[in-house]
């Protein structure tokens, strides 16, 4: 029985709104700590002497080692591509990128079963990004020449979600556009 | 602790003329460079708000050109000069060659200028011109505008070798220019080398206690120079491969290979003017604080991790190729913590003198203060991208665009334009005619770049990409939630640009000026 969050990795990760919140509360402290450094400046005192707090700094020091440690392993189950050897895919669509077109085999895409993305490029090195109905950003791959480029997600909701390409690939693309639906299963 | 070194130089040792001249020179010419990138960026922006300012063959030359004339226009001559006059000033001794120094400044701004010619030309590929795109631009430019852009870019570097040479031969050379009898320092060269990179910090206390620590400015340097020295020849055998692809059409550069052979370097170029920077934090905190460093030696311990990790993050622009090596890209996400680590030692020491310190608010104490928050900010969304598993909601969207914006625009530019107006009586013993200009330059700068970093991070958090000539589709209706954050990017761009008008007018008159106002003497 393989833990949940391998099933989840390639699929919905973390989701931008746990990353922009905890964007929101890191930055927050950081701010707030500066402007309290600054404010310290207007009352002056022990002004030749080193802060008591800064005696501690080795303690501060492992325990901000041992946040980076622990962030790095709760991390990395969540790497889509460690994920993807788990991952049984029922669907296959092949997508073939160029200057300034995406051609898939298929546009119709069932819900809640792996599908899995194998992407080539003809020319130039594309962006595959995918964006759910309401303009979330889902998953994104590199396009790159030469190489099969393959990605395992599985969609969740029915509507018509839009591949846009990510990579700057000449003027033409911003309009490197194309759209799939996604369909009961 | 302190042992003498062996030449005795005098206490109020003064850098050379040709040196002040030469650094406050490559100063202005990287500021002018600055303004012009900025309007390139500027035209991009309004653009972007929706007001037709290009076409989109002129927003991707801008694109290339605002890149380029930042990371190279901006940021070497920047840190050519300081590094010139930190060098004299911090080690009491003249450059170890003046000429190679004049050399080194000419060819990588010559080369430069011909990079901009390149775009000029057409050259539309962006600055890290990702292979192949350089030899498939449908048409839109041409073999030899990309033949000029790959050449010119080999020219920066040798430019670059050039300086590292001059750089390092100041720190190590044993040997004062013009003097072959006196030893310049005591130690062997090995200590000094282990010095240079902060390497001193990790030696037992008795070995620590020694000798007399290098000044951090100078490991600033020395570790900002190695760091790119290191990354140089990865991304001169990436121009030479494709040179050698426009002469021999069908050799073809592997795409994968060539990436990591340009990200090798293309990250590493970023820290270039950003580690000296730091290295300088460290002084001029204590002198607006006036208090000493708290610890000598902790000051020095993110150093050697700097080295490091200044290098290893590079493959964080690689963690959405599926076919890059997990373990590289594993190794980078390790990295980029290590990096956030050591940047969270240097933050918290600067802290630790600022803290309830008498503390001189002034133009560059204000500037330098802003550009450490810009930094913090920056670092923290810099680690969130250098998350592999985050990076595939952020890869290529604006979160990207504001986290190096928080770190090289309100971060290293502004404390770029806090050195200036510290070090200007220094560099030509005249300050500023207007207090107040600087003032206004500095209050717009910093509105005008935290917000438009802030609006971009918005941007990348709604899924906006980067590198888009026309962001808002239409024929896209989620896009347009983009709108009111590429608006009011505009507006704090517009800021920032118009505040940098007191700055040129206060850098005209101190320019013009003819008589010495200011005896050499920091104003803090």
Redesign the interface.
Known sequence: MSLPVFTL?GDV????NF??G??VV??GI??F??AW??Y??R??????K??G??HK?GL??LA??VV?IG??AF??P?????SFGRLQPTQAITVVAK??SWTLNSTKVIANTPVEWIVTSK???H?F?V?S?????L????V????D???IYTFTEPGVY?I?C??????????M?TTFTVVSG | MGEETAVSVESKWEVPANIRRLSFALIVISFINFIIAGSFALLMRTDQAGVPATTAQVFYQLLTAHGLGMFVGWQFPFAYGISFFLLAYFLKRPLYSYRMALAASVITMFSFYAMLVSIGMGFAAGWYYLYPLPFYSANAWTAASTALFLASALGTEVGFIVFAYVALRTVYSTKMPGSSQQRFYTQSSLYRFIQSIGLDAYMPTSTWNKLEPLPIPVIGVVVATIVLLFSTPSVMIEQILGLYQITAPPFDVNALLAKNLFWLYGHPIVYFAFFMVIGLYYYLMTTFANRALPSERWARVPWPLLLVSGVGVYSHHLYMDVNQPVWINLFSQSMSYLIGFASGLTVFTLVAVMWRSKFRWSTPSMFIVASIAGWIIGGFIGEEAGTVAFDVYQHNTYVIVAHFHFNALAGVMMASFGILYFLLPLLIHRDFPSKVLGRIHFWASFIGSFGMSTCFLVLGLLGAPRREANVVLQTLGFTTTYAIWLDLALVFALVLGIGQLPFLYNLYKVIRAQKETAGGVPVV
Do not use: S
């Not at chain 1, 990760?13 to 931008?16: D, P």
């Not at chain 1, 009352?43 to 030749?48: C, F, I, S, T, V």
């Open positions: 990795a990760g973390f989701g931008i990353l922009a905890l964007l890191l930055v950081a701010v700590l500066m450094a600054i310290t400046t009352h002056p005192r022990n002004a030749d080193v802060p707090w800064y700094k501060y020091v901000i080692a980076f962030f790095w991390t990395l969540f790497i889509p591509v460690l200057q300034f020319d130039v090195t962006g990004g964006y109905p309401n303009g979330t950003l998953m994104q791959e590199q790159m020449p030469g190489y480029n393959d990605f839009t846009r990510l990579e700057y690939c000449g003027f033409g693309h911003p309009f556009v």
